[in-house]
Nanobody
Framework: QVQLVESGGGLVQAGGSLRLSCAAS????????MGWYRQAPGNQRELVAI??????NYADSVKGRFTISRDYAKKTVYLQMNSLKPEDTAVYYC????????WGQGTQVTVSS
């Protein structure tokens, strides 16, 4: 059993910053990847950023504004979001790939103009 607990979402004005955290717990032996996806109303869930032991990848829409990082000892992944835009408004989901994929419950990020 694997649990993912997200925190850090909220309401912020355009140009502001937020930091999301996601802590994984349970039967975790080998983390292949950790990351963040988001889903805005009426849209499909999309990749925001993902980090493995050898690489990081970002959606083009967030490059230069968002930074993903991890603390493997704490089994935690972070997403630092700067220069937020109204179009970043979405529910953000934490993602962990072990032998299978696991998802967090989602945290709302709302950016007002």
């Amino acid at each position: 059993q694997v649990q993912l607990v997200e925190s850090g979402g909220g309401l912020v004005q355009a140009g502001g910053s937020l930091r999301l955290s996601c802590a994984a717990s349970g039967s975790i032996f080998n983390i292949n990847a950790m990351g963040w996806y988001r889903q805005a109303p009426g849209n499909q869930r999309e990749l925001v950023a993902i980090i493995t032991s050898i690489s990081t990848n970002y959606a083009d829409s967030v490059k230069g504004r968002f930074t993903i990082s991890r603390d493997y000892a704490k089994k935690t992944v972070y997403l630092q979001m700067n220069s937020l835009k109204p179009e970043d408004t979405a529910v953000y989901y934490c993602y962990v790939r072990l032998s299978q994929d696991y998802w967090g419950q989602g945290t709302q990020v709302t950016v007002s103009s």
